[in-house]
């Protein structure tokens, strides 16, 4: 069973309500799918979050701090739970999961500067192992904050977010930036400044709406490179050298990645995340044609022609190419 939670804006971003079974068609790797089960989802959820502890963004983790009480509100409510897990040097799990909300702010309150390495892919691969054990009808989503790189990680990038895939785990990201890091650093203790982004890597698309212009076309040009890198990543393993890391793993599994969070905007995004995760429509589906290897395309779309929908890309079945 294929499992993907759907988004659904208008031109001004704002959520689509109201839509049933039949405004949905689903393809598989270009095969209409027949959609199996179908709901508007209120499912309690339970969510891993990530930190990034490195010493890198040490001057950041005052604003990191105080996220406790924002993913209480914004994000689990009353039936919701979550695990806290750090990452620098290191990935410890430092809070198992739990729906009190006071050991929930304890815990990420707590957080302390590690190393300088970034185990991202290490972190994702707790995350997940803490997840999948989570009951059937609960969500499952994963929140990074994080500056935008792995470095030191055993695991494969593309392995965690083929795996992350698998097993319907959503991921969302807000952006942590060295360069401000390094300037909140005192000035005896900088290092020359280098940008968390690769040359030539565009911001995250902005929400639905956006009006175009040539800024935004080549970021939607740029949209469309980064979903055939996904495909490429989860087929072979190899991290991607020229892309931000959290964009691709937010588009491989659905989820949303939120650039570089000022602590007025690291609210709005946690607010947006939770806004969406508590509006999105499930589609699941039993695959047709499950005896093709390699990468699964999914493509959703509403019979409808004034909404925009996103979606995960796909899955893969086999083994590394």
């Known amino acids: 069973m294929v499992t993907t939670p759907v988004t659904v804006f208008d031109s001004r971003g704002e959520f689509i309500y109201g839509l049933t079974r039949n405004d949905f068609a689903v393809w598989d790797n270009g095969v209409p799918q027949q959609v199996s089960q179908f709901e508007f989802s209120d499912s309690p959820i339970s969510l891993a979050v990530l930190l990034n502890t490195s010493s890198r963004v040490q001057p950041l983790l005052d604003r990191v701090r105080q996220i406790g009480i924002l993913i209480n509100s914004y994000i689990l409510g009353?039936?919701?739970?979550?695990?806290?897990?750090?990452?620098?040097?290191?990935?410890?799990?430092?809070?198992?999961?739990?729906?009190?909300?006071?050991?929930?702010?304890?815990?990420?309150?707590?957080?302390?500067?590690?190393?300088?390495?970034?185990?991202?892919?290490?972190?994702?691969?707790?995350?997940?192992?803490?997840?999948?054990?989570?009951p059937a009808e609960r969500r499952k989503a994963i929140l990074i904050v994080s500056e935008p790189r792995d470095v030191g990680s055993e695991t494969p990038l593309g392995e965690a977010l083929r795996t992350a895939q698998l097993a319907d785990i959503t991921i969302y990201t807000v952006g942590l930036s060295y360069t401000e890091a390094l300037w909140r650093t005192k000035p005896q203790d900088r290092q020359p400044p280098s940008s968390p982004y690769p040359p030539g890597v565009f911001p995250t698309p902005p929400l639905p709406g956006t009006p175009q212009t040539p800024t935004t076309e080549q970021q939607n040009r740029a949209r469309a490179d980064l979903l055939a890198l996904i495909q490429v990543l989860v087929s072979t393993l190899r991290a991607p050298l020229q892309q931000d890391v959290l964009e691709v793993l937010a588009a491989g599994t659905g989820g949303m990645a939120h650039g570089q969070a000022s602590d007025e905007a690291l609210q709005a995004a946690i607010n947006r995340i939770g806004q969406e995760l508590h509006n999105q429509y499930v589609l699941a589906y039993r695959p047709s044609n499950l005896n093709q290897q390699g990468f699964h395309e999914i493509r959703v779309r509403v019979r409808r022609s004034d909404v925009l929908v996103r979606s995960r890309p796909g899955y893969f079945i086999g083994h590394p190419e």
């Open 78 to 134: 009353e039936r919701g739970e979550a695990a806290v897990v750090t990452f620098d040097d290191e990935v410890h799990v430092r809070q198992e999961f739990t729906s009190d909300s006071e050991m929930l702010e304890k815990a990420i309150k707590a957080v302390k500067p590690g190393g300088d390495r970034t185990r991202l892919a290490d972190a994702i691969d707790t995350a997940i192992r803490l997840l999948v054990p989570r």
